[in-house]
Each structure stands twice: as C-alpha cells, then as structure tokens.
C-alpha cells in the first residue's frame, strides 16, 4: 500500500463548478498536509497548507482534514479556466515527505 | 522575491554523455531536495541535505547519480553516464526545516 492514494484523473468541469480533490493516506503519523498546483512546464507551487483537521479557506480554496479518516480534500468554488492544472497533495512527519502522483483537472469555458 | 533558481532549463544530449544540472535555494532555506518526474512514476524524491549535508539518498536510481551542496546557497546532480531512461523533468526545492518545500521550475532532461 502506498502512503499516500491520489485518483490521477483526469477530470473535466465546467465553468463554476465546484470541484472536489482527494487523498487519503496511511501513516497516522503525518503532521503537515499541503496541496500544490502545477501547471503544464512549470514546478509545483505551493496552494495550501495545515497542519491540523478541520477546514482552511482561502479565497475560491478550502483545504480539509480528516486525520480520524486519514482523508484530505481540496475544494474549488466557482471554478475558473485558468484553475486547469494538476493538483498534488503532500504529506510531511519530520524528516519523510510524501507526494500523490496528481490529479490532472480541467475546466471548460 | 527569489524563488528556486534552476539551470538549465532544457538539455538535450546524447547517452553517454555527463549532465550537471544545477540550483540555487531559496535564501534562508535549509533543506534541499532533488526530485524526478515522470508521467510513469510521478514525483520521485531522489536525495535531500540538511545544512547542506546528505540525510537521505535513498531515491538515488543508481551510481551513475551523484549530488553535492559545496554551500547553502548551491547544489548539482550530475549523471555520469547518461541514459536515455533518465529522460525525465528534475526538480529542485527548498524548505526551512520541515515546512512546506517550494519548487523550482524544473530542468527538462532528453537523453538521446
């Protein structure tokens, strides 16, 4: 079993939609989770992250935390075309990092 | 601000041949990783330092691999001989301790 599950994709939306990206994870462990958004030639860029369970809005985002579930969620409210770009979440306890394998999202004007 | 600087940003070469590829943390930061990317095999972490010393190079593929960090401010991975199944985008990022890393934007490696 993988320490972190990511569902590649790829999805489509439309324009306004709301969006809704998972992980879940296997290593209670895990201290920081943190979402990256990565456009097509570019690195990953930080977008979120928390250390805690519970929700983290900010602006169109919100990160969420599940750490009974071992679940985290990212949701994108109105979703916009410029939002198309893989998604990966991210996991650290002290000095292990972890990296779901994306997924590739798409909204259509 | 000055994010993770890479160089270069696209190389092309022949197998056999030596890659260097090089870069510069972002100030203040004091970890620094190596990763590959592959649609394949995703983000792959390769090594990381700590105070520009080696913790954990366990993602290493092979000997031909090799990475250094003279100073806080400089890193390589060179590979030496080069493969065309090293084709891959390699990146670099940076952390303070165990907060979140920031992401260069990559080095896009052919090896023919």
């Known amino acids: 079993q993988k320490e972190v599950e990511q569902d590649p994709g790829p999805l489509s939306v439309p324009e306004g939609a709301i969006v809704s990206l998972n992980c879940t994870y296997s290593n209670s462990a895990f201290q920081y989770f943190m979402w990256y958004r990565q456009y097509s030639r570019k690195g990953p860029e930080l977008l979120m992250y928390?250390?805690?369970?519970g929700n983290k809005e900010d602006g169109r985002f919100t990160a969420q935390v599940d750490k009974s579930s071992k679940y985290i969620s990212l949701f994108i409210r109105d979703s916009q075309p410029s939002d198309s770009a893989t998604y990966l979440c991210a996991m650290i306890t002290g000095n292990q990092f972890y990296f779901g394998t994306g997924t590739s999202l798409t909204v259509i004007p | 601000d000055a994010g993770v600087i890479q160089s270069p940003r696209h190389e092309v070469t022949e197998m056999g041949q030596e890659v260097t590829l090089r870069c510069k943390p972002i100030s203040g930061h004091n970890s620094l990783f190596w990763y590959r990317q592959t649609m394949m095999r995703g983000l792959e972490l390769l090594i990381y330092f700590n105070n520009n010393v080696p913790i954990d190079d366990s993602g290493m593929p092979e000997d031909r691999f090799s990475a250094k960090m003279p100073n806080a401010s400089f890193s390589t991975l060179k590979i030496q001989p080069s493969e065309p199944r090293d084709s891959a985008v390699y990146f670099c990022?940076?952390?303070?301790?165990?907060?979140?890393?920031?992401f260069g934007d990559g080095t896009r490696l052919s090896i023919l």
């Open positions: 928390t250390y805690s369970s």
């Open positions: 990022a940076s952390s303070l301790w165990d907060q979140p890393q920031h």
